[in-house]
Nanobody, 120 residues
Framework: QVQLVESGGGLVQAGGSLRLSCTAS????????MGWYRQAPGKQRESVAT???????NYLGSVQGRFTISRDNAKNTVYLQMNSLRPEDTAVYYCNAVKYRGTITALDYWGQGTQVTVSS
């Protein structure tokens, strides 16, 4: 069982920046992909950014150019640098790690979430 612990959330004014960190209790190299998801009140959870084991990234359209996902395998940590934050970025942000076996999701871990609040 791998635990994911997020940190770095908080309250920031619009236009500001935050960096979220997600540290795993074991090696993140075993995972095919890791990512950040968010869920705002009354809305469904959505994928914000993902990064594969080899470093390929994918972003939600509304954060493209503002957010950057990265990983440090030596520290078992994935980061989400968030710049030019907007009030609509306010949500609980969750870290996720998955491993596939063919088309089946063999491992799927989630962190406890960290609150990001952007004031206007």
């Amino acid at each position: 069982q791998v635990q994911l612990v997020e940190s770095g959330g908080g309250l920031v004014q619009a236009g500001g920046s935050l960096r979220l960190s997600c540290t795993a209790s074991g090696s993140i190299f075993v995972f095919d992909a890791m990512g950040w998801y968010r869920q705002a009140p009354g809305k469904q959870r959505e994928s914000v950014a993902t990064i594969t084991r080899v470093g390929n990234t994918n972003y939600l359209g509304s954060v493209q150019g503002r957010f950057t996902i990265s990983r440090d395998n030596a520290k078992n940590t994935v980061y989400l640098q968030m710049n030019s934050l907007r009030p609509e970025d306010t949500a609980v942000y969750y870290c996720n790690a998955v491993k596939y076996r063919g088309t089946i999701t063999a491992l799927d871990y989630w962190g406890q979430g960290t609150q990001v609040t952007v004031s206007s």
